[in-house]
């Protein structure tokens, strides 16, 4: 009796987990709740905190300046501007004068100056994950791997898309490029720091904001290239990601579904958010490898590690595909490319390992490492490294 009771009880608790999981599912299809999921911009993680206060990260003071950009459909983003160690160190006495916080006039203050001013520096462009603000978790200590292999000359400018922490709005796919425009445009225009002396740095959904922005710029009647860019921990597209993507790295969201692919297909059918940065990377490539010019037209960097939970490796394997097929006359099968790298790629043994893929106008990374989970290899030297590069022309 007491057997037939257990198995009454556990057959009724998965009945009603099933139903619940149904349920979820369902909410799902609710564009507010996608968007909620896709971009968590409520989860701040920096409650209680002002992070108008940069020095509550341990940054020294005003080394970080906080502002507003303003972008053209009306929209306030939080950003700061972080000024590389040495380069303050030349400058303490002079910036310790100035007033901390907010600068409601950006463009008076010493660090601005010190980008747009000096013909040399250099600039980091940083779009940050879901989730959180400038001031959350690994992001203060990867904003100082920017600078970490120059530390007298890149600059790092960073936002809170629309939505996130103080800036104003709503997350939306194309809001989000919006957002990203603004930014290249205000370094551009305002700070005058022309397109070959920045480099996009990008982590998880920011790594699908960076591609639109790069293919966005490249795709103008006369196309804007930027120096490099370096993506961490990136998703292949919105549609693979939900197969895959763990939320905090330990709940999977759709893997039960992902088992019926006619079922995932019809659910994917609901997602408006897209993000296909396989295709915008893809197209990006092909179009720098067509312009007809003889200088290096691109340098990309993708890294992963291989201890991700939140979005597995695999998918930096397929972005790195499609970029390779794209730069090729006659494409390449995903299985020739592995059989390839399996024999070229460069073995860091405890490190992980690196492929690399010279084309005509450019040059495509994949630098896979065994520990660095989903964001705090956003600090790691690898990262530093990787920004460096891609401005050695410049160095």
Known sequence: MASIILSRSVFYGLLASAGLYTFFIGLLTIPLLQDQVI?????????????????????LRNQVTPFFLTTPDGESLHAWHILPLELYRQNQEALSMEPQGLALEVKER??????????????????????????????????RAMSAGTPHRIHTLAIDYRGFGSSSGYPSEKGLLTDAITLAEWAMKEAEIPPSR???????????????????????????????????APFADVESLTATYRIAGTIPLLDPVAKFPRLLAWLNTWIIAKWPSKTKLADFIRRCEDIDQGSPMYDITIIHA????DIPWSHSEQLFWHAINASMPHGITFE?????????????????????????????????????????????PIVSLAVTRAFQTLL
């Open 110 to 143: 010493l660090n601005f100056k010190l980008l747009r001013d000096d013909p040399s520096s250099l600039l980091v462009l940083y779009f940050h994950g879901a989730a959180g603000t400038l001031g959350s978790g690994w992001r203060p200590p990867s904003y």
């Open 39 to 59: 971009y968590l911009n409520r989860v701040t993680l920096t409650w209680f905190q002002d992070v108008n206060i940069p020095e509550q990260w341990g940054f």
């Open 306 to 309: 291989e201890d991700d939970y």
């Open 336 to 380: 020739e490319l592995e059989k390839e790298k399996s024999v070229s790629r460069f073995n860091n043994n405890a490190g992980g390992w690196a492929a690399e893929r010279r084309t005509r106008k450019g040059v495509i990374r994949e630098e896979i490492v065994k520990y660095g989970l989903h964001d705090r290899i956003m600090s790691y």
């Open 198 to 232: 920045i480099v996009i740095f990008a982590q998880s959904l920011g790594t699908a904001v960076s591609l639109s922005l790069i293919h966005h710029m490249a795709t103008k009647p006369e196309p804007v290239l930027f120096s490099g860019a370096v993506l961490v």
